[in-house]
Structures are given as C-alpha cells and as structure tokens.
C-alpha cells in the first residue's frame, strides 16, 4: 500500500527538520571549540603551587644574602654576651644581698667555690632548655646565634657545661691572675681570624648564625 501524498509530505518534513538540527548543533560545536582553547594555558605559563613555592622559599635578609651557616659577628656576641651578664646580674643580686657587699668582695676559697656551684646552677636554669634543644642561650637567640663543634654540628648540654663553661669558671681559682684569665684574657682571643674565644678553642667549638634575623646584621 503506497503511502498518500500527505504522509509523504509530512515524511519530508520531518527529515527536513532533523537535518537542520542537525547542521545547527555542528555550526554551534565549531564555534565554542576555538572558546576552549583560548582558555587553555600552556603548562610554562602556569602560576607555581604553594609546593613549589615553600620548597624554594629560603630565609633571606632584604638584600638578598643569608647570614645562616657564617660565623656570627663580633658585635653580635659582645650584645649577646651583655644580655646573658645583665641576666646572671640579676640573679646574684639576691645573694649579695644574703651574704652582704663586702663579705662577697672577699670570699674566702671555700665561699667561692659554693658562688661558683650557684653561678652554674643559675646558668643551667636560666639557659639549660636553650642549650639542650638549640645550643643557645638567651642572648645568642636573640641574634640566631648559636655554639657548635668545628664539623657543624649543635654542641650537646654536656659539652657545653663540661668544656666550655667549667674551664673558665676553674681559672677564676687561679691565684693573681684568675680573673683575668677568664674575663679579659680570655675574650682577646676573639679578634682571630676565626673569631673565637678562648674557651672556644678549649672547647672545640664556635659560633655562627644558625637561622636569620629579619635585621641586617651589622659589620663586624
């Protein structure tokens, strides 16, 4: 049975439809393709991630040169050095008042070597965690300095107290010329090349810069 002539019509016009749905959904394809391309960037001109970003994120002064690893300024270890004596200053304040001012000017052998046991008593409560955990005392943190052995290592509490502490704190026995031995004697030694004391060189160790200060650090 041959279809009417209004069935073919409409057959007709509903191929006619389909085609030109057809060419408009490929017309429309063509034209947001260049659109996503253009929103595309190449993988050079990415911006960085967080990651790579720290990973290259290196303590630096404004200038541009890091102080970290370089053997710590003279004038820093002499302020470094004025903080942790204004701090020691105000621990013995307690016991000169005990003992009273003129009997601490004239200490017999005995009373010294009990002022010593409070010297480093005092010191290790006062400096103990610092030295433990960073090699530092209060005043060198202040200047991200910190004492180490001569291979780069952090120099131990015990290496500390043992070797670079008691030696000098035992000159100060010596008859005469005790006090100069440990006070001006021994920070002479630090206008070396290797800007070190003498209880540096007993001790094996030094001082650098362990991490850096937002500060420029002042010359030497």
Not at 9 to 16: K, R
Not at 189 to 195: A, N, V
Request: charge should be negative; charged fraction near 15%.
């Amino acid at each position: 049975m041959e279809p009417t002539k209004a069935e073919s019509d409409a057959q007709n016009a509903t191929l006619a439809a389909e085609t030109a749905s057809l060419s408009q959904n490929e017309q429309l394809a063509h034209q947001e393709l260049p659109a996503a391309q253009t929103n595309q960037q190449p993988q050079s001109e990415l911006p960085a991630t967080t990651t790579e970003v720290a990973a290259s994120d290196e303590p630096i002064h404004a200038d541009g040169s890091s102080k970290k690893g370089q053997l710590a300024s003279r004038t820093h270890r002499l302020l470094a050095s004025l903080i942790d004596s204004f701090i020691h200053l105000l621990v013995f304040i307690p016991l000169i008042w005990f003992v009273g001012l003129e009997t601490f000017k004239n200490l017999s052998p005995l009373q010294t070597l009990l002022v010593s046991l409070y010297s480093m008593t005092t010191y290790l409560l006062i400096h103990g965690y610092l030295l433990y955990h960073y090699g530092q005392t209060i005043g060198k943190s202040e200047f991200g300095m910190r004492i180490q052995l001569l291979n780069g290592e952090k120099a131990s509490l015990q290496h500390v107290m043992l070797w670079r502490y008691l030696p000098i704190v035992l000159m100060t026995f010596v008859p005469v010329i005790g006090q100069f031995l440990s006070g001006i004697f021994n920070v002479l030694f630090i206008f070396g090349k290797q800007r070190r004391c003498l209880h540096d060189y007993i001790a094996g160790t030094e001082v650098r810069y362990y991490y850096d200060m937002p500060q420029q650090s002042p010359p030497n």
